[in-house]
């Protein structure tokens, strides 16, 4: 398996612009999730999926980040209208379950979003 | 609410030097716990899992181990080399969670020739 596959590996956009990530989990993994990276903040879990269903998003800033997952191949996080402090890297994770064991998180190697 | 912390935020080592990173966890209740390696302006690679039921785990010159009941898991780096210059990540998973990774701040590594 090629691991997670995220793009694009770059954006730079400006204010106010929509901004669409995209994330290819690794074959097989029922559970994606989307990350922010910050040097302020690190690492925050900003949604997650179970079988393509979104099951906690607390962690979403505001009504202008939405996330989907229309099949358990793909995922989407769109920024809508974007703003400066969006800037950040934006990362894409999957791992799986096996009854009551879950398998190592693999890590896409992320999208660094400029909004200038 | 689970909470990670690592501490040093930061270490710089001679080359050759065997070194100890912390990660503290508040909830007992994970899945397991994950030792992650990020490059500056690389993604995240995983070192190491440890599963709940385990109390350490093996990678080369890698030993992590788990301690549930205080909340601790270490990272050993046997040798160090330059090459091990990066930022470490733990992160543990709450079990009634769904398995979010909840990760520290990191411990940046600075292993000096």
């Known amino acids: 398996d090629a691991g997670v596959i995220q793009s694009p590996r770059h954006e730079v956009t400006e204010m106010g612009q929509e901004v669409t990530l995209r994330c290819k989990p690794i074959?097989?993994?029922?559970?994606l999730f989307w990350y922010r990276q910050t040097m302020m903040r690190g690492l925050e879990l900003l949604i997650y999926?179970?079988?393509?269903?979104?099951?906690?998003d607390s962690g979403m800033p505001e009504d202008r980040f939405s996330a989907k997952m229309p099949n358990a191949s793909f995922s989407t996080l769109k920024i809508q209208p974007s703003e400066p402090r969006d800037s950040a890297v934006y990362f894409c994770?999957?791992?799986?379950?096996?009854?009551?064991?879950?398998?190592?998180?693999?890590f896409g190697q992320g999208t660094r979003l400029t909004v200038v | 609410k689970q909470e990670v912390t690592q501490i040093p935020a930061a270490l710089s080592v001679p080359e050759g030097e065997n070194l100890v990173l912390n990660c503290s966890f508040t909830?007992?209740?994970?899945?397991?716990l994950q030792w992650f390696r990020q490059d500056p302006g690389k993604g995240l690679t995983s070192l190491l899992l440890?599963?709940?039921?385990?109390r350490e785990q093996t990678s080369g010159r890698l030993n992590a181990s788990l301690d549930k009941s205080s909340g601790r898991s270490t990272l050993y780096i046997a040798a160090s080399q330059p090459g091990d210059s990066a930022t470490y990540l733990c992160?543990?998973?709450?079990?009634?969670?769904?398995?979010?990774?909840?990760f520290g701040q990191g411990t940046e590594l600075s292993v000096k020739p």
């Open positions: 994770a999957s791992s799986q379950i096996y009854g009551a064991v879950r398998t190592e998180a693999f």
């Open positions: 074959s097989g993994h029922d559970y």
């Open positions: 999926f179970n079988n393509n269903v979104p099951i906690d």
């Open positions: 909830d007992s209740a994970i899945y397991n």
């Open positions: 440890i599963q709940s039921s385990q």
């Open positions: 992160a543990a998973p709450p079990y009634n969670q769904g398995g979010k990774l909840i």
